[in-house]
């Protein structure tokens, strides 16, 4: 017995404390199993097995319908199935010409298609392009302006048989005509598209006559929004090439010189005026 004990701690025997602690463990399995049997999942009943119809066979007139009523031999086919590839191989037939016909227009169109390309080169490379309209916007209005100023004022070049007029509704369609001093006589129609404006452009057409001879025609276009756009030069209408573009030409440049003279004169023209209105006296000396 240890003496070292407490006299107020009563002694336990250790084969006492063994036999307790068994107890308890046998106890816990005890709780465990019975919770085991309460709370464990249970197995579902097996699903019960749905029985499926069989599948109906399809007809065998439709097996590989389309493969076998394109590939087989006709003759090979019953009375229907001849009825329909019949039917198949009249639309291909149909098909297949009218993509022969499509096919022969454009092998047709090629030539023409790069006699129109020709033209635009010509008209773009000659200066065609800005000529013609150039000289409609600078002359429509010489006729006018010789009425108005009751003969004072004459045009920069040297014209005969000058004359004006309208086809159809005024200021839509007009021309004017003109003969450059022994030249061929010029005529120039232009027309205002009636469609609507497209974005930011409107068009019309300008077609020129040499000496009643139908030369050259063009769409164009011009810039609505600035008040200041030329008209310019868009698609190819018409165009007969010969002798009457050099003289044309000529008659363009000696023209636009003209306008581009007078317009760099005006400047300078103002400060001769206000120069020779200034006397500097003997200061004059020391500025020459």
């Keep these: 017995m240890d003496r070292s004990r407490s006299a107020a ?28 049997l309460i709370f464990r999942p249970k197995k579902s009943a097996p699903a019960a097995k749905i029985e499926r119809a069989p599948a109906l066979p399809r007809p065998p007139v439709y097996e590989g319908y389309r493969d076998e009523l394109k590939r087989k031999p006709i003759e090979e086919l019953d009375e229907d199935e001849q009825i329909i590839r019949r039917a198949h191989d009249t639309f291909k037939a149909s098909q297949a010409a009218r993509t022969a016909e499509y096919r022969a227009k454009q092998d047709a169109l090629a030539s023409d298609q790069n ?64 003969r450059p001093e022994s030249g061929p006589l010029y005529r120039i129609e232009f027309e205002a598209s009636r469609m609507p404006t497209d974005d930011d452009f409107e068009h019309g057409s300008m077609t020129l006559y040499f000496d009643g001879e139908e030369v050259l025609g063009m769409l164009v276009k011009r810039n609505w929004t600035n008040e200041w756009d030329r008209w310019k030069f868009a698609i190819v209408e018409s165009l007969k090439v010969g002798p009457w573009i050099e003289g044309f030409i ?32 003997g200061a004059d000396r020391c500025w020459n």
């Design 9 to 36: 701690s009563p002694y336990i025997p250790d084969e006492t404390l063994r036999f307790a602690t068994m107890d308890w463990i046998v106890g816990l399995l005890i709780i465990g199993a019975v919770g085991w």
């Design 115 to 178: 006699k129109i390309k020709r033209a635009t080169d010509f008209i773009d490379t000659s200066n065609l392009d800005f000529a013609l309209p150039f000289v409609q916007e600078e002359t429509q209005y010489w006729p006018d302006w010789i009425v108005n100023q009751n003969g004072k004022w004459s045009p920069p070049l040297s014209v005969t048989d000058l004359a004006k007029g309208e086809n159809g509704e005024p200021s839509r369609a007009r021309w004017i005509e003109l």
């Design 250 to 281: 000529q008659f363009y440049t000696q023209l636009r010189s003209i306008k581009e003279n007078k317009s760099e004169d005006t400047p300078n023209d103002y400060l001769r005026a206000k120069a020779a209105k200034i006397d500097m006296g």
